[in-house]
């Protein structure tokens, strides 16, 4: 019973997605751009270490998540609560640091293995944003939203700056691939940034139509997010921009696929992602209760999903 409500405490599904994504992004963007043919064990000790610290990052958000929104959740999500009601808040505040200074140290022991700080510190400014959204920012407007899309987006580009920055000095003591060269740099940040773009909008989109899910709970503690403060139309207004924004990034990446030849992933990518999120975009229209925006954020997690997996095509067409 505990090990299940813990499971449910860390979010144990989005935990695997991070996990995922991270690995796919390396073993079908990064790989083959740098080293199709060679096998480096170290390396990937390395990438290990900086998925399991982003797990354990993410794993010590949750949980100081629902300790601050315990409240919150008894009106949006009685059934759901684990703190108080199976894990003890002391314990829950216990987790949440071990989780992130895990995290942090085994970020930092891959910055001295790399020569790359970029990877400690940035786990510490991480889990400092978790801590100050929970806290903080997830009542105001906007901000809260911004925040996790950014560490949405980050999940991604976390691998590119490890790869980006590996020195000489870790080159030639872990037996690491050489340096990039100038075209598989730039193929790797170009990916890099359209994944992360990707995530951060998904994201955006997702956390808002979340809050007009979340609005009862939200409004009787006092928060100030979207639909409270401008109300659900506007809401939906801007959610539905960004949908349709998103989409039509993606028909025109979809239009130089076709000029390469992708057809499998041009098929993928429509049947998938394109045409999803035209569903979803129709359907936001129509909603009005919580249960329609439960669903929709559902919706959205899927197409997040099917578009972090499309990475596979890049791997296949290389």
């Known amino acids: 019973m505990k090990l299940k409500a813990f499971l449910r405490l860390v979010r144990y599904p989005n935990l695997i997605f991070i996990a995922v994504t991270q690995f796919l992004f390396y073993c079908c963007i990064v790989a083959p751009s740098i080293h199709p043919d060679i096998f480096y064990p170290d390396e990937l000790i390395l990438l290990g270490l900086i998925v399991l610290s982003s797990v354990f990052i993410a794993a010590g958000g949750y949980i ?20 108080e009601k199976v894990i003890p808040r002391r314990w829950a505040i216990l987790l949440h640091w071990l989780f992130s200074a895990a995290g942090i140290v085994i970020g930092f022991y891959v910055s001295y293995v790399t020569k790359n700080w970029w990877i400690g510190f940035s786990n510490i400014v991480c889990v ?4 100050v959204y929970s806290t903080t920012f997830k009542k105001k407007i906007l901000s809260g939203n911004i925040i996790i899309s950014l560490l949405t987006a980050w999940v991604v580009l976390i691998i590119f700056f490890f790869i980006d920055h590996l020195s000489s000095n870790s080159l030639e003591a872990w037996q690491i691939s050489t340096p990039l ?4 740099h730039r193929r790797i940040m170009r990916l890099a940034f359209l994944y992360g773009g990707f995530a951060f909008v998904i994201s955006i989109i997702r ?28 809401a939906k207004v801007f959610t539905g921009v ?14 130089y696929a076709v000029y390469l030849g992708w057809w499998w992933s041009v098929l993928y990518c429509v049947t998938l992602i394109i045409l999803p999120l035209l569903w979803i975009t129709r359907k936001l229209y129509a909603a ?10 559902g919706a959205v997690k899927f197409v997040m999903l099917t578009g972090i997996l499309s990475m596979i095509f890049f791997k296949l067409y290389h």
Do not use: H
């Open 64 to 83: 100081i998540n629902d300790y601050f929104d315990l409240n919150i959740d008894q009106v949006n999500k009685p059934g759901r609560i684990v703190v």
């Open 128 to 131: 400092l944003l978790l801590w």
């Open 181 to 184: 060269n100038e075209e598989a």
């Open 207 to 234: 956390e808002v139509i979340k809050d007009m899910e979340d609005m009862e709970g939200d409004a009787r503690f006092g928060c100030r997010t979207m639909p409270i403060v401008w109300g659900v139309p506007v």
């Open 242 to 255: 960004w949908l349709m924004a998103l989409t039509g990034a993606l028909v025109a990446i979809q239009i």
């Open 288 to 297: 009005t209760v919580a249960a329609d925006f439960g669903y929709l954020s």
